[in-house]
């Protein structure tokens, strides 16, 4: 894949369960965020990237309204986004 199997010479994947996002193995419209507290979202992007995933990296392919939304609930439960 990436980062660990050019650091390490391994990676971590296998196929996420059917119905669920590529990316962090989690029901969820394709307009919302990643789960950002995934492990296989965590290390997909880990494998990427070379670093862990924050809330605006899980909703950069969001548009603005949802990311608006989303930093305020985050924001009203104690996270910086």
């Known amino acids: 894949?990436?980062?660990?199997?050019?650091?390490?010479?391994?990676?971590?994947?296998?196929?996420?369960?059917?119905g669920t996002c590529p990316e962090c193995a989690v029901k969820h419209d394709p307009?919302?965020?990643h789960n950002r507290?995934?492990?296989?979202?965590?290390?997909?992007?880990?494998?990427?990237?070379g670093r862990?995933?924050?809330w605006?990296?899980?909703m950069a392919h969001c548009t603005d309204e949802v990311k608006a939304d989303w930093t305020q609930?985050?924001?009203e439960r104690g996270v910086e986004v």
């Open 37 to 49: 507290d995934s492990l296989t979202y965590q290390y997909h992007f880990y494998d990427k990237n």
């Open 1 to 18: 894949m990436g980062y660990l199997k050019r650091q390490y010479g391994m990676s971590m994947f296998g196929r996420v369960p059917e």
């Open 52 to 54: 862990w995933p924050t």
């Open 56 to 58: 605006a990296d899980a």
């Open 73 to 75: 609930a985050l924001k």
């Open 31 to 33: 307009g919302q965020p």
